[in-house]
């Protein structure tokens, strides 16, 4: 364990949370709605300071991240918690589970962990991924510090769910984010997150706004957030309040944890990429098994730039400086 951050005393071991938007009052002895970080004795610890469930070498692209040093190599961590009960969870596993009693876990440092990333000299960095990096901020933004000081870069796979201060911080730390906007109404986040959507909105504006990398997927889930009209309005919102630039990834669903709708149909996803390509420029298909939507063009002459088969990619169309090699149009800030 080690002591958390961002939390404040109601009144004698009972305390706030103030690292999501949450707010978790959490009495002595008792966890945040994140399993984590827990008031023992009037002070708040996070658990799993040091504990790991996934680590591995990705290629990018599995983020995913596709306008951020395509083709490259990252060094992935994952712990354990989440801040939200998404009930069509991929990673149900290691976010809406915790590890308790048994064997204690190996706990793993910050300095080891960056001496492992930096053991394959293809890799250029590390990803804060697979559980929701937010909950384990402390032992991020540990591992994060010394990885900048060696030359690393940071990137974080969240969902967005954090209070200005604390973002304001890992602004301070992380090259790239993909953020998951997991739908666009209130309604879906309320009953299917048990979150709210406008934080998740004002987190987005200040990463675009921060001028720090930014990436958004959106999993379209059967029943849930395939309403054409709601999907519309989010895709509007991005472009106008983020940049027409901005990247959208649409992952397929496939049922999991307590959602078992079918999985999605491919022609929806194809009907949204359409949708979205009028007014984003970047707009990407994924958890598909055909290439399709894979691929990157120039929104200025329509050239195919990057191609991909699913983590396999190939700049074909960039020069070094991440311009179209036909018109000379700046598609990509970080190759």
């Not at 290629?59 to 083709?71: A, N, Q, S, T, V």
């Not at 990252?74 to 939200?84: A, D, H, K, Q, R």
């Not at 309604?187 to 990436?215: C, N, W």
Request: charged share 25%.
């Amino acid at each position: 364990m080690k002591a958390a951050r961002y939390y404040e005393e109601l009144q004698r071991n009972t305390l706030k949370c103030n690292l999501c938007p949450h707010y978790c009052v959490i009495g002595d002895g008792k966890q945040g709605i994140c399993r984590v970080r827990k008031n023992t004795g009037g002070e708040l610890f996070l658990e799993t300071y040091g504990v790991v469930s996934s680590v591995g070498f990705d290629p990018i692209e599995k983020k995913p991240l596709y306008h951020f040093y395509p083709g490259s190599e990252i060094f992935s961590i994952g712990s354990f918690g989440c801040n939200l009960r998404c009930k069509f969870c991929q990673n149900w596993q290691i976010s809406q589970e915790t590890p308790n009693g048994g064997s204690p876990r190996r706990q793993n440092s910050p300095e080891s962990l960056v001496a492992t990333a930096l053991e394959n000299k293809s890799n250029i960095g590390i990803a804060f991924t697979y559980n929701e990096p937010i909950v384990w901020f402390e032992f991020m933004m540990d591992i994060a510090a010394i990885s900048r000081k060696k030359g690393l870069k940071n990137v974080m796979v969240t969902n967005g769910f954090i209070n200005r201060e604390p973002l304001a911080e890992l602004i301070g730390l992380i090259d790239a984010f993909n953020v998951d906007l997991k739908a666009f109404t209130e309604d879906f986040y309320k009953h299917q997150t048990f979150s709210k959507l406008e934080p998740v909105k004002e987190t987005l504006k200040i990463i675009r706004k921060s001028g720090r990398h930014l990436e958004i997927t959106n999993l379209v889930v059967t029943g849930l957030n395939d309403n054409m009209k709601d999907f519309t309005e989010m895709v509007k919102w991005i472009s106008g309040e983020l940049g027409r630039d901005t990247v959208l990834h649409l992952s397929r669903y496939f049922p999991n944890y307590k959602t078992s709708a079918v999985p999605t149909p491919v022609g929806i996803l194809e009907e949204f990429h359409a949708l979205a390509s009028q007014s984003l420029d970047f707009v990407y298909l994924g958890n598909l098994t055909s290439t399709t939507g894979q691929d990157t063009k120039c929104p200025q002459c329509g050239a195919k730039v990057i191609n991909r088969s699913r983590y396999d990619t190939w700049i074909s169309g960039l020069d070094k400086d991440g311009k179209c090699k036909k018109c000379n149009h700046k598609i990509l800030e970080y190759i």
